[in-house]
C-alpha cells in the first residue's frame, strides 16, 4: 500500500485531499451524503485521472466518481476508500460552430454549461438544476425543461471519452467502440469515468417559463386535463404538476402545474400554454419570457439532518386515468408525500427503444413522490408511502435512477429491463471485468 501511494504522489499532478487537510471535511462529503474516504483525488487533466484509477485498483480500494455530487444514494464518497472528484475538469468549449458541437469536461456542471453557451445562442437539454453535474446526470438520463423538443441529455451525446477500469483512454462514439457508446448512454457510471463529453447543441431563444396554480378541489379534473392535453401538445412544450406538497398545505396546497414553452414567439406561446390555464380555476400565473439559463434552479443542499427520499417510476398510456386517479385520491391524505409528475412523450418517445441502455421510451409521463425531513420522520412515513406504492404498483413500470436512494437488486431490475441488463453486463465484462465502478446502480459483470 504504502509503495503505490508514493507512486500516486509522484504521478498525480492534482489535489490528494486526506483525513486531517484542511479541506477534508467539505471534500468528503457529496451534496447529499457524508463519508469518510481515505483519499479524495481531484485530478486536473485525464493523466490524473488514469493514475486515480491505477492507484484505487492496485490498493483494492472502494472507488467513487463524483461529478456534482447530487445523487441521491450517495454515489459520491464512501468510507475508507477514494473519490475521485472531477471538479476541475469542467471546461465548456464550442469546438465547431456549424455542427453546434459542444465539449464539456466530466465534472461540468449544467449552470456552467448554460452559462457558457448562452453568448452564442446554444442550449442542450439537460435537468432542471444548475449544480448537477453533467456526467451523473447524462449517463443515466436527462430529463428537463427541453426533454419533448429535443430528447434526454443523452440523446445529444455525439463522443465520449472514458477511462476504463484499466487506466486506458477510450473513445466511445457511433463509429468508434460503439458498444461502449451505446451503454454509457443509460448504463450509468459502470463502465469507466467519463472526463469529456462531445454534445450537439441547438439554437435556443429565450423561453417562456413559470407555474400556473389550480386550488387542491380540483385536482382530478386538472391533472386528467393535463396529462390528455400533453398527448397532443406541441414539443416546444414541457410540462411538470407539482401538488399536495406538506410544506405548503399537504391536502389543501394548489396543484401547481410548471410550464416550459421552448420559443419566444408569443402568440405560439400564449397558445400553447393558454390550453393549461382553461383547465381550471386560475389562483396564481407567473409564466414570463426569460433566457433559457434562468430556468435552472440553483439546487442548494439540505440542511443538517435533513433528509429527501424521492422514488419514481413511469406510466404508459394506458395507465394514466387510473395513476391519475389515485394519486388524487392520495393527495387528500395528511399523510401523502410531495408528489410531482413530469411529461415526457415527444423527442424522448421518437427515438428508437434500443438505440440507448435508457429503456423506458414508451412512457407518457414520470411519477415522483418525494419524502422530506428528519431521519426519524422519513422513517415513521415509510408504511405509508409503500402503501402508496402498492397501489400505483398495477399501473406503473420501471424506475428513473436519477430519483432512487438505494441501489438494491430490485432498483436495477427496474431500470433496466432484462434485455437490456443483458447488454450491459457483456459491455462490463469488456470494460471492467473487475466491477471496480460499482458505486452505482451496479451492472454485475458475472
Known amino acids: 500500500m504504502s509503495s503505490t501511494l508514493e507512486t ?33 483525488l481531484r485530478p486536473g487533466s485525464v493523466r490524473d485521472v488514469q493514475a486515480g484509477v491505477r ?10 466518481v463524483r461529478g456534482g455530487g447530487h445523487g441521491f444514494a450517495g454515489f459520491g464518497t464512501n468510507d475508507g476508500g ?11 468549449e464550442v469546438i465547431d460552430k456549424e ?34 453535474g453533467v456526467g451523473g446526470l447524462t449517463l443515466t438520463g436527462g430529463i428537463g425543461w427541453k426533454v419533448r423538443k429535443h430528447g434526454l441529455a443523452l440523446d445529444n451525446v455525439a463522443a465520449a471519452q472514458v477511462v476504463t477500469a484499466s487506466a486506458k483512454v477510450v473513445s466511445a462514439s457511433a463509429q468508434r467502440n460503439p458498444e461502449l457508446f451505446w ?29 400556473i396554480a ?26 411538470v404538476v407539482a401538488f399536495a406538497n406538506p410544506f405548503a398545505g399537504g391536502p389543501q396546497a394548489p396543484v401547481e402545474i410548471y410550464v416550459a414553452y421552448d420559443g419566444d414567439d408569443p402568440q405560439l406561446a400564449a397558445k400553447a400554454i393558454g390550453q393549461i390555464r382553461r ?31 424521492p422514488r419514481s417510476a413511469f406510466i404508459d398510456k394506458e395507465s394514466v386515468p387510473e395513476v391519475v386517479q389515485i394519486l388524487a385520491e392520495v393527495r387528500a391524505s395528511e399523510r401523502s408525500p ?30 415522483v413522490t418525494v419524502s422530506a425531513g428528519p431521519e426519524p420522520a422519513v422513517k415513521a412515513a415509510r408504511p405509508a408511502l409503500d402503501a402508496i406504492w402498492g397501489r400505483l404498483a398495477p399501473h406503473v413500470n420501471g424506475a428513473y435512477a436519477n430519483f432512487l436512494t438505494s441501489a438494491t437488486e430490485q432498483d436495477v431490475a427496474a431500470i433496466y429491463p432484462t434485455q437490456t441488463y443483458d447488454r450491459l453486463v457483456a459491455v462490463k465484462r469488456r470494460y471492467d471485468p473487475g466491477n471496480l465502478f460499482a458505486r452505482n446502480h451496479n451492472i454485475r459483470p458475472e
Open 8 to 40: 500516486l504522489r509522484r504521478d498525480f499532478g492534482g489535489d490528494i485531499i486526506e483525513p486531517g487537510t484542511a479541506e477534508y471535511q467539505s471534500a468528503s462529503r457529496s451534496r447529499l451524503a457524508s463519508g469518510h474516504p481515505a483519499h479524495v
Open 55 to 64: 492507484f484505487a485498483a492496485r490498493a483494492g480500494l472502494v472507488l467513487s
Open 82 to 92: 477514494v473519490v475521485i472528484d472531477l471538479s476541475k475538469l469542467a471546461n465548456v
Open 99 to 132: 455542427r453546434h458541437l459542444v465539449r464539456i469536461g466530466g465534472g461540468a456542471t449544467w449552470g456552467q454549461v448554460a452559462a457558457a453557451l448562452a453568448p452564442h445562442g446554444l442550449a442542450i437539454s439537460s435537468g432542471d438544476t444548475k449544480s448537477v
Open 183 to 211: 451503454a454509457i448512454r443509460g448504463g450509468g457510471g459502470n463502465f469507466g469515468i467519463v472526463t469529456a463529453f462531445e454534445f450537439t447543441a441547438h439554437p435556443t431563444t429565450d423561453v417562456f417559463f413559470g407555474k
Open 214 to 239: 389550480f386550488p387542491a378541489a380540483q385536482a382530478v379534473t386538472v391533472l386528467q386535463g393535463w396529462a390528455d392535453y400533453l398527448r397532443t401538445a406541441p414539443d416546444e412544450l414541457t410540462s
Open 279 to 309: 383547465l381550471g380555476t386560475v389562483t396564481g400565473d407567473d409564466i414570463a419570457l426569460k433566457p433559457y439559463a434562468d430556468t435552472l434552479e440553483d439546487g442548494t443542499a439540505p440542511p443538517p439532518g435533513i433528509q429527501f427520499v
Open 338 to 367: 410531495i408528489i410531482a409528475v413530469r411529461s415526457l412523450g415527444g423527442a424522448v418517445s421518437r427515438v428508437p427503444a434500443h438505440a440507448t441502455a435508457y429503456a423506458h421510451r414508451r412512457a407518457e409521463l414520470m411519477v
